[in-house]
T-cell receptor, first 112, second 113 residues
Framework: DQQVKQNSPSLSVQEGRISILNCDYT??????FLWYKKYPAEGPTFLIS?????DKNEDGRFTVFLNKSAKHLSLHIVPSQPGDSAVYFC???????????FGTGTRLQVFP | KAGVTQTPRYLIKTRGQQVTLSCSPISGHRSVSWYQQTPGQGLQFLFE???????NKGNFPGRFSGRQFSNSRSEMNVSTLELGDSALYLC????????????FGPGTRLTVT
């Protein structure tokens, strides 16, 4: 049973526009959420995270929104740049564990 | 500060053999986690070690095992390899500062023939 779901396997966005990547989860015990970016032949790179006590966290061009009642989070990238093209994974962890449950990823392509 | 390093980067083994993968965490990080990435299943948690003790375990068979040394370096072992074990094995370390942020190494690409 997939506890963290990324229903869009791919997303294509024009440079300069907003990219919105979505993630849904089913386990109400998750209380910390993270987004990772992954290039081919490299390990995932941490981007941004959010605790369940918040509904928004912003870091430069990246903003993560959390809707606990809907069990949904999203990553906004504004403005999108070609270098943002990669696979994006959302991940969740339960309180006090380092066990991350990952979604299946969304491949983002930013074209000029 | 050096990142997470994993050796070897690539490995080819035959069914039935065993393999040992190594991971050196970021200096000062005491928690090490292992993940398996396959095209069909995505990134799946294998196990996590902290202070030489396995603290969390995923849903993998007993053929998958690991350990952590006093310097926080970690190894994982897969015995009696199967074709389905072909995957990218990723190691991640974390600082245990309450942020749950994990930093990944480049991975070991294991191919079982």
């Amino acid at each position: 049973d997939q506890q963290v779901k990324q229903n869009s396997p791919s997303l294509s966005v024009q440079e300069g526009r907003i990219s919105i990547l979505n993630c849904d989860y089913t386990n109400s015990m998750f209380d910390y959420f993270l987004w990772y970016k992954k290039y081919p032949a490299e390990g995932p790179t941490f981007l941004i995270s959010i605790s369940s006590i918040k509904d928004k966290n912003e870091d430069g061009r990246f903003t993560v929104f959390l809707n606990k009642s809907a069990k949904h989070l999203s990553l906004h990238i504004v403005p999108s740049q070609p270098g943002d093209s990669a696979v994006y994974f959302c991940a969740a962890s339960e309180h006090n564990t380092d066990k991350l449950i990952f979604g299946t990823g969304t491949r983002l392509q930013v074209f000029p | 500060k050096a990142g997470v390093t994993q050796t070897p980067r690539y490995l080819i083994k035959t069914r039935g053999q065993q393999v040992t993968l190594s991971c050196s965490p970021i200096s000062g990080h005491r928690s090490v986690s292992w993940y398996q990435q396959t095209p069909g299943q995505g990134l799946q948690f294998l196990f996590e070690y902290f202070s030489e003790t396995q603290r969390n375990k995923g849903n993998f068979p007993g053929r998958f095992s690991g350990r952590q040394f006093s310097n926080s370096r970690s190894e994982m072992n897969v015995s009696t390899l199967e074709l389905g074990d072909s995957a990218l094995y990723l190691c991640a370390s974390s600082l245990e500062d309450g942020s749950y942020e994990q930093y990944f190494g480049p991975g070991t690409r294991l191919t079982v023939t």
